[in-house]
């Protein structure tokens, strides 16, 4: 059992470039989420998709694009990377009941734009 | 808008000293309140949920309780392998959105052998 996987693992990019980041949930969830978190900020709500075919932005959500594939994948889009989106990203998923909405994560995506 | 405090940042224990980490919290209508631990270079694993005030939940040496207004998650007997980032986050009960989670800093327990 799976869980949330996401990929890369880790990924390094100059300012400007392009890259998406993939995440997939094998629990048959509603809801998806990608935060970000930084030393001293915690973790902070990028975009979310409440259910298939739906997405909303979160806290941060300047310099991003979500794409919610099919129920399992939700895909977060940098278009021109920046130095300050250097993070560790974070996947998550969880049934979408408004009652007892447990998130579950992935281990994270350690990004570093140069 | 939710807000939620944790304190302290870091705390240093002996393995066998007992302690209790804090997370007090402003939100519109608790729906929930959520511990999760995090290892280094991994994503947090939840721990518990708790609902309603006066509400405790027991995971081996940890137990954490609700009231109005803040939660206590209680080691006891804490070893070296409880050493890890402690999150605490809330889900609001109404004003829409209220399936996200507002989360904390978090404190960094450190349990020395």
């Known amino acids: 059992n799976a869980g949330v996987t996401q990929t890369p693992k880790f990924q390094v990019l100059k300012t400007g470039q392009s890259m998406t980041l993939q995440c997939a949930q094998d629990?048959?969830?509603?809801?998806m989420y990608w935060y970000r978190q930084d030393p001293g900020m915690g973790l902070r709500l990028i975009y979310y998709?409440?259910?298939?075919?739906?997405?909303d932005k979160g806290e941060v959500p300047n310099g991003y694009n979500v794409s919610r594939l099919n129920k399992r994948e939700f895909s977060l889009r940098l278009e021109s990377a920046a130095p300050s989106q250097t993070s560790v990203y974070f996947c998550a998923s969880s049934t979408g009941w408004v009652a007892k909405n447990i998130q579950y994560f992935g281990a994270g995506t350690r990004l570093s734009v140069l | 808008e939710d807000q939620v405090t944790q304190s302290p940042e870091a705390l240093r224990l002996q393995e066998g000293e007992s302690s209790s980490l804090n997370c007090s919290y402003t939100v519109s209508g608790l729906r929930g309140l959520f511990w999760y631990r995090q290892d280094p270079g991994k994503g947090p694993e939840f721990l518990f949920t708790?609902?309603?005030a006066g509400e405790e939940k027991e995971k081996e040496r940890l137990k954490a309780t609700l009231t109005k207004k803040e939660s206590f998650l209680h080691i006891t007997a804490p070893k070296p392998e409880d050493s890890a980032t402690y999150l605490c986050a809330v889900q609001r009960g109404w004003g829409g959105s209220n399936y996200k989670l507002t989360f904390g800093k978090g404190t960094l327990l450190t349990v020395n052998p």
């Open positions: 629990m048959n969830h509603n809801s």
């Open positions: 998709s409440a259910s298939e075919g739906t997405t």
């Open positions: 708790l609902y309603s």
